[in-house]
Nanobody, 123 residues
Framework: VQLVESGGGLVQAGGSLRLSCVAS????????MGWYRQAPGKQRELVATITRGGITNYADSVKGRFTISRDNAKNTLYLQMNSLKSEDTAVYFC??????????????????WGKGTLVTVSS
């Protein structure tokens, strides 16, 4: 299963961006999805997660500004980012908890990550 992010770029403080992440590959189903970010010199941190049923969870730093959503039919995850701040500058990674089915009797879980998309917010 491969994940590809898009939508990153350079934006001024107060602006908006929308990130997307789409999965492709063999027969699979997706459970939880999430966005994480890693700023220069810092550890990767959780931004937001969403369950298959649509229950969301956000880091305190992005609550009220970011919205996570998913399209299960398209195997796609989104992150709408509004009121961006310079401290939001980071590489953003998507993460999917996937179940891959190889035969009717064989399936296994995978923790899949995208390669990341850079978001730069200028002040």
């Amino acid at each position: 299963v491969q994940l590809v992010e898009s939508g990153g770029g350079l934006v001024q403080a107060g602006g908006s961006l929308r990130l997307s992440c789409v999965a492709s590959g063999s027969t699979f189903s997706i459970n939880d999805m999430g966005w994480y970010r890693q700023a220069p010199g810092k550890q990767r941190e959780l931004v937001a997660t969403i369950t298959r049923g649509g229950i969301t969870n956000y880091a305190d730093s992005v609550k009220g500004r970011f919205t996570i959503s998913r399209d299960n039919a398209k195997n796609t995850l989104y992150l709408q980012m509004n009121s961006l701040k310079s401290e939001d500058t980071a590489v953003y990674f998507c993460n999917f908890k996937v179940v891959v089915t190889t035969t009717p009797l064989v399936s296994y879980g995978m923790d899949c990550w995208g390669k990341g998309t850079l978001v730069t917010v200028s002040s």
